[in-house]
Nanobody, 123 residues
Framework: QVHIVESGGGLVQPGGSLRLSCVVS????????VGWFRQAPGKEREEVSC????????TYIDPVKGRFTISRDNGKNTAYLQMNSLKPEDTAVYYC????????????????WGTGTLVTVSS
């Protein structure tokens, strides 16, 4: 049975850091690209970052470039999102999702989703 579980969210002050983890079970992460998405209240879900399974290439949306880093550890069936210099506008529920091989940047193409972890950036 497939499970994706995110963790690491919480309340952090502006300028702080969090590391989100995405642990998958029921399948091997080796051949899956991993995307981190977020959804803020009243806004659509957006892809924040993605890492390919083919060559480990990564992409980021402009607002998080230079602050967020996506990574993966296939041996642990886990992906991560390191978030530094957090801003109030980063407040959202963050979701991990996977799709075969490479990043399509298509919300509807994702094969499996986690249930999300809440990140709140506030003083």
């Amino acid at each position: 049975q497939v499970h994706i579980v995110e963790s690491g969210g919480g309340l952090v002050q502006p300028g702080g850091s969090l590391r989100l983890s995405c642990v998958v079970s029921g399948f091997s992460l080796d051949n899956y690209a991993v995307g981190w998405f977020r959804q803020a209240p009243g806004k659509e879900r957006e892809e924040v970052s993605c890492i390919s399974s083919i060559d480990g290439s990564t992409t980021y949306i402009d607002p998080v470039k230079g602050r967020f880093t996506i990574s993966r550890d296939n041996g642990k069936n886990t992906a991560y999102l390191q978030m530094n210099s957090l801003k109030p506008e980063d407040t959202a529920v963050y979701y991990c999702a996977v799709e075969r091989l490479s990043c399509s940047h298509n919300y509807y193409a994702m094969d499996y989703w986690g249930t999300g972890t809440l990140v709140t950036v506030s003083s």
